[in-house]
């Protein structure tokens, strides 16, 4: 799995923009499921107005979501049998190298900071397809994945629909647009066990807030870049969504 690290991506305080805010550290639950204890409390005013608890969690949680969707994209390409499965990593892959680069854009203009690992769920997640095999593997991937793209579009549609931040308006668009093409992609393999998915999209597990926490990441460590591995070419029907501007 190929996640460049690069220090020119380290977060840094953009001066340029009139920004009335200090540095963020992200909230101690990060989970699909966790929301803030005040979301609605505006926590800085940004020239791309106000800054709510919500809005914060939101852009940490694309973050994490692509830190481990990501490299499951990559496996996708390396283990899947079919050649749905190696389509829907093409899009895994795509979808959040284009998502993280707006994500990471957003977070330095807002002063948010981010995780470079995935919480232990996600890492969970990870290591299930890693050690799969076969058809396994292929069912695995479609059905996890599909689970947790349902849980989060209610999430993006609700941070869509209140945020007054327009660079976080601008990632929830393109987080929509991402996510709908993924779950449609995971239900073109045909290995969607829609009962299932249906059952533990509506009653989650209870894990504690440790499982669902990304780590911190150490003072000055380079920002982790998802990179697509050399050769790749993103699925034709892909179109990334244009990078947010102040305003």
Partial sequence: MRMSRSAAGTLFVVGALTLTLTALVYPSMLGVQTVSSSPTRVIATTSS????????????KVRAAGLWEFPSGELALEKGTTPAVRTAGQHLINGHA???ATCRKVATQLGITLPNQPSPQQQGFVATL????GKKFDQ??????RVTHGQIFPVIANIRATTQNTLVRQLADQANDTVLDHITVMEQTGLVNFDSVLFQETTPPKLPKSSMT??????????VILSPPAGFTPPPSTTPSPAPTTG
């Fill in 49 to 60: 107005g106000p800054l709510t608890e919500a809005d914060r969690d939101f852009v940490v």
């Fill in 98 to 100: 284009n998502l993280d």
């Fill in 130 to 133: 890693t050690a799969d095999q």
């Fill in 140 to 145: 695995d991937l479609a059905n996890i994945l």
């Fill in 214 to 223: 990304p780590p911190a990441p150490a003072p000055g460590e380079p920002t």
